[in-house]
């Protein structure tokens, strides 16, 4: 709209942005500097200049972590398009993750350390926004699919991560060590993020994309593929990798099941749960306790979710899924990665 204002010649008219639309110029405006930091980064990287990796990846780090401070005060807020702001944000999380990742290869002990940063930065963040979505009351079940997408995200990039340890250059600057602290953090996240999407898939009023989780299925399939067929990593990072693909086997099942419930395509008389999560421990030991409320727990937003040991069962078109409850070992400020750096880059 136009309003008067008045100046030194006069009355002159003054365009009024309305809020919603400033905080989304901002955030593709930081989301725009976020990418243009990365691909400085990659450039970088290529003409061997490691200030220059450094500075790139700082850069596309801080303009993502502003641009999810302002999305999540839409979220907050209840704003117009707020889940298209969130979506580019995640998009931008995602594309950090996956080129820090690839500058793994061959890198030397200061770009690893950047890479750690860059990586935790994305693990943090997205702890940020499932505790945002945990916190919204009655508008948490709108953001079933913009979790599922999130945790699709998360396992492309142990795909990525499975990839790289049999095609990169790993053997320098504890390379190896911090991308197995990704994934083995990273598998935890996934977890705790699909926890969230069967609770709110257990509330009536909740309509979850059926497509998206099938894709949801086969990509977790793929990042347990990926992560199952690595050898040749230290004993240490073996067992975690190992770890890792247990937890995706079993989350490959509990994602097809909400999967079917939502498709309508299970016969619940047929679901038996029994053995479900057999041999996992639920140990993480060394993974940091969550430093927000609820953080990798299931919510209690529909009434039908009940903890049961360390699993969480949830009811979803009369099927009742279970899922392992990490919430005392997924923590997204990044403790547990200090230990994965070379000595000379010190503790996070």
């Known amino acids: 709209m136009k309003v008067r204002a008045l100046c030194a010649t006069g009355l002159v008219a003054v365009s009024v942005v309305p809020a919603t639309a400033a905080a989304n110029s901002s955030i593709r405006s930081r989301l725009h500097r976020a990418d243009v930091a990365l691909n400085h980064a990659q450039d970088a990287a290529d003409a061997g200049n490691d ?5 790139g990846l700082k850069g596309a780090t801080r303009q993502t972590n502003l641009a999810l401070k302002a999305a999540l005060r839409m979220v907050k807020g209840d704003r117009n398009n707020a889940d298209q702001a969130l ?3 995640t998009d931008q999380q995602d594309a950090n993750a996956l080129a820090a990742i690839d500058l793994l290869d061959g890198a030397s002990s200061t770009v690893v350390g ?17 505790t945002t979505i945990q916190g919204l009351g009655d508008n948490e079940p709108d953001w079933g699919d913009a979790l599922t997408q999130i945790t699709d995200d998360v396992v492309g990039e142990l795909s990525a991560a499975g990839d790289n340890y ?11 060590d911090v991308l197995t ?7 935890d996240a996934a977890n705790a993020i699909f926890a969230e999407v069967a609770n709110i898939g257990s509330n009536a009023d909740a309509v979850l ?8 299925e086969s990509d977790v399939a793929d990042a347990h593929d990926s992560l199952d067929s690595v050898t040749g990593t230290s004993a240490g990072n073996t067992t975690s990798i190992s770890d890792a693909v247990t937890k995706l086997a079993a989350l490959d099942t509990a994602v097809g099941q909400l999967a079917d419930a939502v498709n309508g395509a299970s016969d619940s008389s047929s679901y ?16 940091g306790p969550p430093s927000y409320p609820g953080y990798g727990n299931v919510g209690d937003n529909s009434g039908n979710a009940t903890v049961n040991g360390d699993n969480n069962t949830v009811n979803v078109g009369g099927i009742q899924i279970i899922i392992n409850n990490y919430g005392g070992g997924y923590s997204h400020h990044g403790h547990g990665y200090g230990h994965y750096l070379p000595d000379s880059q010190g503790d996070n």
């Not at 950047?114 to 499932?130: E, F, K, M, S, V």
């Not at 602290?181 to 598998?187: D, G, K, L, R």
């Not at 994309?209 to 949801?216: K, P, S």
């Not at 038996?272 to 993974?287: A, F, K, P, R, T």
């Open 51 to 55: 200030a220059g990796v450094v500075s």
């Open 87 to 89: 979506s580019d944000v």
């Open 114 to 130: 950047a890479i750690n940063t860059t990586l935790i930065a994305a693990d943090t963040g997205r702890g940020q926004i499932l």
């Open 166 to 176: 049999g095609s990169s250059d790993l053997s320098t600057g504890g390379a190896e």
């Open 181 to 187: 602290a990704y994934v083995s953090h990273e598998t």
């Open 209 to 216: 994309d059926g497509d998206a989780l099938d894709n949801l």
């Open 272 to 287: 038996d749960s029994s053995g479900y999560w057999d041999g996992y421990s639920g140990d993480n030991s060394g993974y």
